[in-house]
């Protein structure tokens, strides 16, 4: 089968497009505003290896962690029909922690399977002790129902069972089953977008192009890491806390490079502690990955081959490799963020000239659990952008995502439209980026007040001690979180959680960016 430049970029595009289809399903079809304005999502497709041929451009903390889920689910079932559809969420089996479910759909044609499509979407609540499935936790079963690879649908047939019991431990059930049956809906999606591709242009050729796309995006990685000069880099910097304290927890990264591949070793980081930042190992490969795919001069393809080049180490019953059950809600969030921020560090040492300072390096974390005027629960979570580092080329981004989030900032109207919330402030944060020859990006102002009695969780970072600058920049300016309650305006930890009446407020001021290059 032949295979040439033109046609494996069509081939790219027909590949990314069915998980592009999937992801405008699942967003147009959802409850929540967090999927549907949030687009807090991720839609794949694998080979019958459980390999990743296409991913769609949605959320970089689950591009190495959704292989783990097929991998999990291969190796949990002895074989899956046609019909069937797997959902799962345990983060030590695949998922990255419990309000993020995956379902995993396999493709058919004449009794073979040819073709995995998966989807995973953060649901805003799936039980736990707090409002949100983000709580300030000290093990995985405070943190919501734990889903290990089972069959939602077998050969067609919905398992209700199954979907009673997940909607039943949500303090938002009638939202949890519309966003289910969103991401069932895609899934169908996938399955059918698959066929009609095999149908017009067979298996063989399919196949060829698959694995031709996975070469492709490989020797591509090689040739960003072949562009490192051989050497051996180390950087360091630390978590704020676990939820329980404030105390320093060390990420720490040795990169290795020796001509076409790079190991990236995590050994030196904290042990495991007993609060929520535990991250498993598949959130350190896709934040590793994803800072090193930052280094392409042209767009790397996601799949499989892009992830070969690089070797990821970590430490078992480390802060970054945690055993069953430890608590790991917020490694996803914070701790991936942490992770970009240490190997980008290390690679500034090599590339000087190319990396960027420190963005926010939080996701700003914002969980309220309450009940509408109606008397029915609601739950409602965001993250809040901030400031990107400036670089070598220019200022950083203000109000942004970044990094690990690719998300949207949720619409003050889609909000207060949905939840007995009032947005009272809204707006970047003046004289946050961090001083530099280019100046980091600012920082956002998010005041919310509360119409009804409510409980907020805020898991944030980089209140102690903000992004660093390179080059002579200085540090972007660090976060704050308040609470208000009538004339009193009291600062707050960055992990913190609280039962708030009506009229009650919540300030939240994100960080900015870094600077790079000395002031003038």
Not at 401 to 413: A, F, S, Y
Not at 437 to 463: C, D, M, Q
Request: glycine share 12%; proline share 6%.
């Amino acid at each position: 089968m032949t295979v040439d430049g033109i046609s494996l970029e069509v081939f790219k595009h027909l590949f990314s497009s069915v998980a592009e289809e999937m992801g405008l399903a699942l967003q147009r079809s959802s409850f929540s505003p967090n999927i549907r304005e949030r687009l807090d999502f991720s839609c794949a497709l694998f080979d019958e290896e459980g390999r990743m041929v296409a991913q769609a451009a949605h959320i970089p903390v689950h591009l190495g962690s959704m292989p783990a889920s097929v991998e999990y689910a291969l190796h949990h079932f002895e074989r899956l029909d046609p019909g069937d559809i797997v959902i799962l969420n345990d983060p030590y089996h695949g998922g990255t922690h419990l309000p993020d479910i995956t379902m995993l759909s396999p493709v058919f044609v004449a009794g073979e399977l040819l073709y995995f499509v998966a989807s995973r979407a953060h649901h805003a609540d799936v039980g736990g002790m707090s409002p949100g499935s983000l709580p300030l936790s000290v093990e995985l079963y405070q943190e919501g129902l734990i889903i290990p690879p089972v069959k939602l649908c077998s050969a067609g047939i919905y398992n209700d069972a199954l979907l009673a019991l997940i909607t039943a431990n949500s303090r938002g059930p009638r939202e949890r089953l519309g966003d289910l049956q969103a991401q069932l809906a895609a899934q169908r999606v996938g399955e059918k977008r698959m066929l009609d591709l095999l149908a017009s242009h067979g298996r063989e050729k399919m196949k060829a192009h698959a694995d031709a796309l996975m070469d492709y995006s490989r020797r591509l990685t090689e040739s960003s890491i072949e562009a490192i000069p051989n050497g051996v880099y180390s950087f360091a910097d630390s978590l704020e806390g676990d939820g329980q304290n404030e105390f320093d927890i060390p990420i720490v990264v040795t990169l290795r490079v020796a001509e076409r591949n790079m190991s990236v070793d995590f050994h030196g980081s904290a042990a495991q502690v007993r609060g929520n930042v535990n991250a498993v190992e598949p959130i350190v490969r896709s934040a590793t990955w994803y800072a090193i795919r930052l280094l392409a001069q042209e767009e790397v393809p996601v799949n499989h081959g892009c992830f070969q080049p690089v070797q990821v180490v970590t430490e078992a019953g480390s802060v970054l490799n945690p055993a069953f059950p430890a608590a790991v809600v917020v490694g996803n969030t914070e701790t991936g963020q942490r992770i970009v921020d240490v190997v980008l560090g290390a690679l500034a040492q090599a590339l000087p000239d190319l990396i960027p300072a420190a963005s926010l390096g939080t996701m700003n974390n914002f969980t309220v659990g309450g009940e509408q005027t109606s008397g029915e629960a609601y739950v409602y979570y965001e993250t809040i952008g901030g400031g990107h580092g400036a670089g070598p080329f220019g200022p950083g981004i203000s109000g942004r995502h970044c990094h690990m989030t690719n998300t949207l900032n949720t619409p003050i109207e889609a909000l207060e439209y949905s939840y007995p919330l009032r947005v009272l402030r809204y707006g970047l944060r003046r004289g946050s980026g961090g001083r530099g020859k280019f100046s980091g990006g600012e920082g956002v102002i998010r005041e919310y007040e509360f119409l009804s009695p409510a409980t907020a969780t805020i898991n944030s970072e980089r209140r102690l001690k903000g992004p660093y600058g390179l080059a002579g920049g200085r540090a972007g300016g660090v976060g704050r979180n308040y609470v208000i309650q009538g004339e009193i305006k009291r600062k707050v930890s960055g992990k913190y959680t609280t039962r708030l009446e009506k009229g009650d407020g919540i300030l939240i001021e994100t960080p900015g960016g870094g600077g790079w290059g000395e002031p003038d």
